[in-house]
């Protein structure tokens, strides 16, 4: 078994399942501002209070798998991203805080928190985009260290990946109300779709274009023969889910919706994948360099093998329990 390939598989497993379950998450408090009635933004926390906190397990396990596997990019990583992961922890908690006090507060101060969440919701995944478009530029390393300084992560590049995830994780956000809700709320949620996807659109062309002109070796992996011809059917599959999401919104689909952008998050994600692989720390860091000890992986993975089925069952039990609409007067209070 290779058990470092084995490492980044669990790690972009569990990253893949923080994006998609804790994107929709995030993206509710993206959106709270087009929903202006109490009535309307309680529907929109109890179709997650249910589950919203356990979506963050996976975020648990990508940092804890990476420490594990990969001690050596841990380290670089985290040097070279400190601040904007620490404003993302900060903004997490302060949002984490705001839900559950929102329930409990007076009429007048309801507001405050109202803000908190928002606020909180859009910090987080602004900051997350940040770190992404970071981490594809590339990190500086020499001797195994960290060797820029503590605001290279700061570009355009990366500043254009925030407000991109922004608008990918409003998307599964509007599209999860699809899904959820009913009535004037939900024809919204549509309006906000059909509206969303031509954004998304227009970010995954931008950075289609931005990361390859950026890094020859990139644009070398992509458009080379015969990888050309290997990797071509990303942008077409591209393509046919945003128009299989925009078909299934004109047709008032309700899951449909939120599935397509599920496969336009997946295939961004690929689309990563191929352009940086199989590097850890880009450019220079494989995961083979990055990893640790093979017995110290060997004796983590049977941990993770065991726990990751166990979270795997009680994130499907849970959304399986409290599936269906959420009607006004129904949910947490």
Do not use: C
Request: charge should be neutral; aromatic fraction near 14%.
């Amino acid at each position: 078994m290779d058990l470092p390939l084995t490492w980044a598989a669990i790690i972009l497993f569990g990253i893949m399942m923080y994006v998609v379950l804790d994107g929709f998450d995030l993206g509710l408090g993206i959106l709270y501002p087009f929903f202006k009635t109490k009535d309307e933004r309680d529907v929109i926390m109890n179709t997650v209070a249910p589950v919203w906190d356990g979506n963050e397990t996976w975020l648990v396990l990508g940092g804890a798998g990476l420490l594990a596997a990969f001690p050596l990019a841990y380290a670089v990583i985290l040097s070279a991203l400190s601040l904007p992961l620490i404003l993302v922890l900060l903004a997490l908690v302060l949002r984490g805080v705001a839900f559950e006090f929102r329930f409990k507060a007076h009429e007048h101060e309801r507001h405050f928190w109202d803000k908190a969440f928002i606020g909180g919701s859009i910090a987080a995944t602004f900051f997350q985009g940040v770190v992404l478009g970071a981490y594809i530029r590339g990190i500086p390393v020499a001797g195994h260290a960290y060797s820029g300084g503590p605001l290279d992560w700061i570009s355009p590049f990366s500043l254009f990946t925030g407000i991109g995830l922004l608008v990918t994780y409003a998307l599964l956000g509007s599209t999860w109300l699809i899904m959820k809700t009913e009535g004037a709320l939900q024809l919204r949620a549509y309006w906000l779709t059909r509206w969303l996807t031509w954004k998304l659109l227009a970010v995954i062309v931008v950075v289609s274009v931005w990361t390859p002109l950026a890094d020859a070796a990139i644009a070398e992996r992509w458009f080379s023969l015969p990888n050309l011809l290997w990797f071509s059917p990303v942008p077409l599959l591209v393509a046919a889910s945003a128009w299989s999401l925009l078909r299934s919104v004109s047709r008032k689909a309700q899951a449909l919706p939120f599935l397509s952008t599920l496969a336009l998050v997946f295939l961004g994600y690929s689309g990563l994948g191929i352009s940086l692989w199989p590097n850890i720390v880009p450019p220079t860091i494989s995961i083979w360099q990055a990893s640790s000890p093979p017995e110290s992986q060997e004796f983590t993975l049977i941990g993770t093998l065991f726990i990751i089925p166990i979270i795997l069952a009680y994130t499907v039990w849970s959304y399986y329990v409290f599936r269906g609409k959420v009607k006004p007067g129904q949910g947490y209070h």
